[in-house]
């Protein structure tokens, strides 16, 4: 039996095809699209764009009704972020951490999915336990951290005379690696969700296919799962690169706010103390923009490169 | 006719028997790396001393008591805690199950003007780091919305989970088209396709946005201690960090007591996981394709 | 098809933001200093003082059916300076907050969130400085005025532990702390005899207020009482703030202290010998046989002439409340002598009195450890009164972590550096 090829049918009748071609194709998307664009302009759109307008004032939050002069001030905001060293050290610290985390999330989370799912014995409990680091609140999980790599810790330990020495999370060098491996190690079970859901949809004719066309296991791995996962592993890309462009809450706990001489400082770190503690927001918001923006331009060659044609 | 290449030996599954054996060892490895957390926090919250050396990690009986759950328990009132989290937590992954589905579905499989800019904006949002944001939002909720020491007002920023819908989007792209053209030759509509069709084949993608989505307000602490003053509507995430930063160091031991609070925030996570986990299975999308 | 996707975002969002602001608005508060009612406070959920609040709200409240008092409790940690922040713009603060950090009063009075006592009240200025005395000045603004209570103050000293001195071959009733050299050499006793890991473990983190628990202390007592900025300048990157820096990188160096985060507190969990914080901390360490003296100068200066940081903490009056006149009457109630009595008795805190000792004189004589902190009370130094003070302080902070914590480069240079910094915060309005 052949299927139709759908634009051959006549589906609608002439005198809708002039709001098709206002609305699109298909209109009901609009309406399922509804609630999320709604929920975005209550909830999103003035703090995002109250954020734009406070990076180009002198701005400061201050109680209703009081009367304080907002100037404009341009570029002045930016320029101060661009010429302060730190800036560039918490986005350098930021980008090493990319480096490391981004890769190797996708690299084990996707070997350690198609082993989950290929493995029969015990499998609920060693899928949970990848999952566990993911939910344990970060108080636990930080402890347990510094238990194995402070400077006492059970790594330095058992390395004994080759540990680093000033230690994993004070040496300006490693500190920043060490978070990049912790990160990664706390989110894995996130992204092996990710894969998992992906791989159940791979049809086993493919790999039988391949089976008998002669490929081994490793074959098999190569030209049929990896190519079958491309849109996960995609998003498994974007989402840790944007999930670690906007890390905060590991450097705050794991070393209280920048670490050796800022070596484990993060642009947000630098928007929490800027805008919330030191109370200049309108520095904090061209701190945030900028990142915004560069994490933006990164999305969109990550799209380009990795997805292919159907992203 | 075809002969099977590679080792002759013992071939069960594709693999030798040394080679089953070998990842069962690697795939035991990780999970204790990955579950020792866990278990350290178990053992800590156990503890009536703390004992933060080497030997703390396999800890003496004698030193194992179930005072700092009582302790903890005595400050902050954990089921209130954990029932509110709940609420909370309910709350998002409603909003977010069902209208993230919608736009995921609309944004992949139905053309429509404007579909670049919601894809654009699903992801403007994710990239946007939420301390950014806060007081803009707080003023916005807290004395635009009037919605301070309320639920909705803890619910708000979070309903609907961008990285959902991107998500959403991203299964749904990943189903072949034929099968929805074969359904709308039978006259579907939409809501139908949607319903009949495509949700049933992105079962673990829904599963796991539930278990995602369910992270994120759980163990959220920040937003919620900014909106709710109210003790008795604070989630267990916002009790605990208070505890934590105050409380703790007059208990008897504080250390044991924060882990005996992190444990039970823990607990209903895992407990959900085990329980959804056993959905992952494959949906042999094959067959829906022929015939 | 991206870049037009991008301009309609952008069309969008500035649309529903312009839609939204339209709809609420920020009308200016309608409380006066003359309007009486019911009011909301808000206080630390700090054990101890979570007691003292309860009753003194129980005890206003019995006497005022007309003008309850309802209290909620927040952190009293640094999280608390951005849920004020935030509450002031957004109108909804309570009337009066007994947790208001020094720190944060000149930014939240810049933001408009802050009665203006002095003006707004005819007795109030005379009342804070009757209560205060000459510490009074520190809280008042560049023009004079009060935006802050003075309330209570946690001098900070050197706790240590009797029982391990006594294990390091040190007298447990008279420690020899009181020089640098003296202090040094105690602390490598003590680490040295396997007493302790570490002799002392103040927190090597960079937030901004940790430096008022290291460095600022031991500044205050080596200069007899000078703040970090005065007139405008940065004081610290002087000899004394430069013996001061060598005196911690010393300490650092030799691993005296640890440079890692603990998680917890060293000193009550037997990881340090001493701890250096004020009384509020005598709850947590009930458990441990501790004695008290003042910070280390490097000559030795006499005990009863040793400054040190105040660590106070303040009641502020904000904007947002309505009923002014009820607000101002609470905190005359709550500062009189027979509160401040039970904020002593609960809390082991020292009211920022200027005539503790005097007043509680029996408290003293029942508690003779405290003595010493209620004497050092009147020998305390506050942070700059600036709207920049936070920023201040982590300028300093991370000059200080880096230079003395982790021993990287010159101490003078670190400092100088810093001492620039500030000098341009300070200039800033």
Redesign the interface.
Known sequence: MTTTAARDIPRHSPNRTRLHRVLGANPLGIAFSAPYLVFVAIVFAIPFVSSIWMSFHDFFFSAPGADVDHAFVGLANYQAVLTDPAVWQAFGNVGVFLLINVPLTVVLALLLAFQLNRVVHARTFLRVSFYVPYVTASVAVVAVWLFLFGGDGLVNQLLGPIAPEPSWLVNPVLAMPTIALFVTWKQLGFYILLYLAALQNVPKELYESAATDGAGRLRQFLSVTIPSVRPATLLVVLLSTVTGANLFTEPYLLTAGGGPNGASASPVLLVYQKGIEQGTPDVAAAIGLILVVLVLIIALLQRKFVGGENS | MTTTVGSPVHRTNGLTRFQTVLRGVVLALGAVAFLFPFYYMIIGSLQAEPDSSLAGAFPNPANLTGENYVEINERIDLLRGLVNSGVFTAGVILCTVVFGVLVGYALAVLQWRGRGVTFALALLVQVVPFQLLMIPLYVLIARDYGLSDSYLGMILPFAINSAAVIIFRQYFLQLPRDIFEAARIDGAGELRLLWNVALPLVRPALLTVVLITFIGPWNEFLWPFLITKDAALQPLAVSLANYISNVAATASNPFGATLAGAFVLAVPAVTLFIVFQRYFTSTDLGSGVKG | ??R???A??AV???L??VL??G???????TGSPDKHGDITI?Y????QELEWGKQMVEAWNADHPDEQITA????????S???I?????????PCLIFNTAPVAVA?FQ????LVNLSQSFDDAAAYIEDRSGDLASQYADADGDYFQIPWKSNPVVIFYNKEMFAEAGLDPDKPPLHTYDEFLDSARAIVDSGAAPYAIYP?P????FQIDIDFYPLYAAETGGTPLVEDGKATFADDAGERVAEFWRTVYDEGLA????Y???AF??GKAAMAIVGPWAV??YQDLDWGSVPVPTSKGTPADEIWTFSDAKNIGLY??CENQGTAWDVVEFATSPEQDGKLLELTGQMPLRRDLAEVYADYFDENPAYRAFGAQTARVVEVPNS??A??ML?KLR?AY??AV??G?GSIPDALRQAAAAVDDLAAQP
Request: aromatic share 4%.
């Open positions: 098809m991206r037009r996707a991008g309609h975002v969008m969002l500035t529903a933001a939204i602001t709809c609420g608005g920020g009308q200016a508060s808000w630390s959920n700090n054990e909620q409790e927040i952190p009293a940690g640094s999280s300076e951005a849920v922040g935030a509450s002031i713009a957004a109108g909804n603060a930014q810049k933001q408009g969130g927190s983190t960079s937030q901004f640890g440079d890692e985060i998680q917890g507190d009550a969990d709850a947590v904007t947002a709207p920049n936070v920023a982590q991370d972590t880096g914590v982790f990287n």
